[in-house]
């Protein structure tokens, strides 16, 4: 099987990270509303690998989420709360940071903040 013939999901898995965000991207475009490119499937896709302890592909998805959802709170706190878990302190607080960008109001990220 080549690459293109991969989904965006395998690409990732396989930790090709960069091609499996442009074949988000490339599907986006196609059809925007496929529940498989859907901020709420690549979230749920995140948190279980974040369950199996895998920290780097759930990283990988919860990225991916970020930047095809850029506006969205759920996506950061998301990506924060595995950079926690995964030990990576100072990339959670860029990640609660910019989800305060996003909403100043946010409790859960100025909470996250304190603690780190």
Known sequence: MSSDEKTPLELIMEGSFDK????YKNGKVKDMDHYFLSEDYLNNTGYALL???????AIDF??????LYPNSQNVYDSLGEAYVKAGQ???????YQKLLEINPKNENAAKALKTL
């Open 51 to 57: 369950g199996k302890k895998d920290f780097t592909k």
């Open 89 to 95: 302190k100072d990339k959670a607080k860029q990640t």
């Open 62 to 67: 919860f990225r991916v989420n970020s930047i």
């Open 20 to 23: 499996g965000l442009e074949a």
